[in-house]
């Protein structure tokens, strides 16, 4: 129901464009989000856009990371900038459509010098 693809190696500083597509439309998910999983870590909540256009963010994330919809390729994009190494983690996409949660199987983001 979703993939996630965009993730890789990257220098501290700089940036990645995560990307989540869906078999549906998007439109059908009340809210998507982004998460992440550390190492030895829970996973925890990055940001989410819902259906109106509102946006929410981590604190750790906020005025780095920006989260969007795009209708005309049916995406949710994370646009990631000023990574830290702290930010190194498994990313997964979170849409939720009525009674339903989707996840989808994660990408990694590794931010190493």
């Known amino acids: 129901q979703l993939v996630e693809s965009g993730g890789g190696l990257v220098q501290p500083g700089g940036s990645l464009r995560l990307s989540c597509a869906a078999s549906?439309?998007?439109?059908?998910?009340?809210?998507m989000a982004w998460y992440r999983q550390a190492p030895g870590k829970q996973r925890e909540f990055v940001a989410a856009t819902t259906s109106s256009g509102s946006t929410n963010y981590a604190d750790a994330v906020k005025g780095r990371f920006t989260i969007s919809r795009d209708k005309d390729k049916n995406t949710v994009p994370l646009q990631m900038n000023s990574l830290k190494p702290e930010d190194t983690a498994v990313y997964y996409c979170?849409?939720?459509?009525?009674?339903?949660?989707?996840w989808g199987q994660g990408t990694q983001v590794t931010v190493s010098s």
């Open positions: 549906g439309s998007i439109a059908s998910f009340a809210v």
């Open positions: 979170k849409g939720l459509s009525g009674p339903y949660v989707y």
